[in-house]
């Protein structure tokens, strides 16, 4: 079974510019979490998404948007982008009521 | 509040040193906690998966136990491999949402 994946790996913007991530979860898995890593913060919690609907919201300003296609796979979105945005974007799918799966994630550098 | 502690915030062991990390958490119905390894720069790495108090998980030189506060990772005479960060989530039944903890930073010497 594929594991998720998330594309790019590798992101280099300058502030004010947007960004789409993109997630592909592991077949069969109708739920998609985004994390947000940095290294003081751990893991933050940005939203997740289950058969297209957000179910679950982080604190994330408004700035930070995601949606979840009809095959599952998750798009996320970073508008007006700041300095601060820097960080890992972990991606996790998951079967309902079982364990998380994340991917290797998009590291993204905010100039 | 839903709350995951985890401790220490780091651990330095000498291989061959057992030691245990601590998973605690407040949580209004708890349907499952999980523990991952990360390494720099990559997504975490699931581990396990315990259900309820009184359940133990073995992996290798890793075991897990739940009671109905915390979970403890036992780690039994670690190698320099072991070295990651590990962390420990849970998932309640509310909005089914998971909850991490931020991360034991486990750094075993050779």
């Known amino acids: 079974k594929a594991g998720v994946t998330q594309t790019p790996r590798y992101l280099i913007k300058t502030r004010g510019q947007q960004v789409t991530l993109s997630c592909s979860p592991i077949?069969?898995?109708?739920?998609v979490s985004w994390y947000q890593q940095t290294p003081g913060q751990g893991l933050q919690f940005l939203f997740e998404y289950f058969s297209e609907t957000q179910r679950n919201k982080g604190n994330f300003p408004g700035r930070f948007s995601g949606r979840q296609f009809s095959n599952s796979r998750s798009e996320m979105n970073v508008s007006t982008l700041e300095l601060g945005d820097s960080a890992l974007y972990l991606c996790?799918?998951?079967?309902?009521?079982?364990?998380?799966?994340f991917g290797p994630g998009t590291r993204l550098t905010v100039l | 509040e839903d709350q995951v502690t985890q401790s220490p915030e780091a651990l330095r062991l000498q291989e061959g040193e057992s030691s245990s990390l601590n998973c605690s958490y407040t949580?209004?119905?708890?349907?499952?906690l999980f523990w991952y390894r990360q390494d720099p720069g990559k997504g975490p790495e699931f581990l396990f998966t315990l259900y309820s108090a009184g359940e133990e998980k073995e992996k290798e030189r890793l075991k897990a136990t739940l009671t109905k506060k915390e979970s403890f990772l036992h780690i039994t005479a670690p190698k320099p491999e072991d070295s990651a960060t590990y962390l420990c989530a849970v998932l309640v039944y509310n909005f089914n949402k998971f909850y991490f903890g931020s991360g034991t930073k486990l750094n075993v010497k050779p």
């Open positions: 077949s069969g898995h109708r739920s």
């Open positions: 996790a799918s998951s079967s309902e009521g079982n364990e998380q799966f």
């Open positions: 949580v209004s119905g708890l349907r499952g």
